[in-house]
């Protein structure tokens, strides 16, 4: 582990909003400033490109507008949000210009990221940003953001910048020291991150801010998933980006995962929303899970929700449990017409034939929790 992450070249680090702050939760940069000169200096030996994920608009827009509680309604946090996004920026344009380094902002939604041609557009800026040596300071735009398209939180939305940009490391800095076990002892490293990993996640949430453990750790899966190495650790612990850079024991480090998605599963799998859901028969089942096959019309027993083509929709079997999401082939009001049929009679029923398949294989991707087993209803 070593050498690997002193060779990490790209680096996404997500700056918690704990860190932003203090115990009232005004805004204070007594811990950033010191994470702003370890990035700056590490920055300038050129080893390294470093991307930042952070919060704390909603906190500095509450801080002026002299809130006492996080805002609850999404009228509110926008408006919060719209206030401190500007003031937060500002922070880290003053603590970068004592080193002369560049930032960038960009604010981003989860519409933005499940159109593939924005998508690629971020990345391509992300990537020139990088080529001029600037360092982006990303958040998600909460002032457009709609509730059911908001990232919800910035582990989330840091774990889908890291597989954007394909990042080496995914440095998840909060005020807790890592993942602790039921046993209160710190995990030092996880190799996979299995159901019992996520149940002993789950609990704290502060005042201020939105992500416990949990997202913390739905995020890291999000990342090893794409190859991305995750650690989380304590930011407010003076040169831990460089400690965690020469490989010492600091937090839980979750592993990559080799076999990763490739770049456009990713995109489909963690990018797009779903809008609908089709019943497949245990034949179906046993072809999309076991034998690497596409979908096909005979295979489908039941179709919910409303879609178009080219809509992302989930693929569950007859006991609801999740097995796939994919990129539909056909209408849901021509599925309806052809559902059980066999894929020789589409054209004859429909007047036309896209093709065979109803999801493609290259458009599918198969839930890890459906090959494990362990399905979530
Ligand atoms: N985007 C939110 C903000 O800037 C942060 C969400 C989070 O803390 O996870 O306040």
């Not at 006991?319 to 020789?344: E, M, P």
């Given at each position: 582990m070593k050498t690997t992450l002193s060779k990490a070249k790209r680096i996404v680090i997500k700056i918690g909003t704990s860190i932003l702050t203090d115990e009232d939760g005004n805004l204070?940069?007594?811990?950033?400033?010191?994470?702003?000169?370890?990035?700056?200096?590490?920055?300038?030996?050129?080893?390294?490109?470093?991307?930042?994920?952070?919060?704390?608009?909603?906190?500095?827009?509450?801080?002026?507008?002299?809130?006492?509680?996080?805002?609850?309604?999404?009228?509110?946090?926008?408006?919060?949000?719209?206030?401190?996004?500007?003031?937060?920026?500002?922070?880290?344009?003053?603590?970068?210009?004592?080193?002369?380094?560049t930032i960038a902002q960009i604010l981003l939604t989860h519409q933005d990221m499940s159109c593939r041609k924005s998508y690629i557009n971020i990345l391509n800026t992300i990537s020139k940003l990088l080529e001029y040596k600037v360092i982006p300071i990303i958040n998600e735009n909460d002032t457009v953001a709609v509730d059911e398209l908001k990232f919800g939180d910035n582990d989330t939305l840091a774990a889908l910048v890291s597989q954007l940009v394909e990042a080496d490391l995914l440095l998840i800095l909060s005020n807790v020291d890592g993942l602790y076990s039921g046993s209160c002892e710190l995990i030092p490293i996880v190799y996979e991150i299995t159901p019992e990993i996520i149940e002993i996640s789950a609990g704290t949430r502060s005042k201020f801010s939105t992500g416990g453990m949990q997202t913390k750790i739905e995020a890291a899966k999000i990342a090893t998933q794409s190859g991305t190495t995750v650690i989380i650790s304590n930011g407010k612990k003076k040169g831990i980006i460089s400690e965690v850079l020469k490989g010492e024991k600091c937090g839980t480090t979750f592993v990559a995962n080799e076999n990763k998605l490739s770049s456009r599963k990713r995109w489909i799998m963690y990018h797009l929303k779903e809008s609908g859901e089709l019943i497949i028969d245990e034949g179906a089942k046993e072809a999309i899970l076991n034998k690497g096959k596409s979908l096909l019309p005979s295979g489908i027993l039941e179709i919910k929700g409303k879609f178009d083509e080219g809509d992302a929709v989930i693929i569950k079997d007859t006991?609801?449990?999740?097995?796939?999401?994919?990129?539909?082939?056909?209408?849901?009001?021509?599925?309806?017409?052809?559902?059980?049929?066999?894929?020789?009679q589409i054209e004859e029923i429909l007047g036309y034939a896209y093709e065979d398949e109803i999801i493609h294989r290259d458009n599918l991707v198969v839930l890890e929790s459906a090959t494990m087993n362990i399905f979530s209803y």
């Open positions: 204070s940069t007594k811990y950033l400033s010191h994470l702003v000169e370890e990035i700056a200096k590490l920055h300038r030996q050129e080893m390294h490109e470093f991307i930042i994920v952070t919060s704390g608009a909603i906190g500095a827009g509450m801080q002026r507008l002299r809130l006492k509680e996080r805002p609850q309604t999404i009228i509110l946090k926008q408006t919060a949000a719209a206030v401190g996004q500007n003031i937060l920026i500002e922070i880290y344009e003053g603590l970068f210009k004592k080193y002369e380094q006991q609801n449990r999740r097995l796939a999401k994919g990129l539909i082939g056909y209408s849901q009001n021509d599925l309806l017409k052809i559902k059980g049929r066999q894929t020789n």
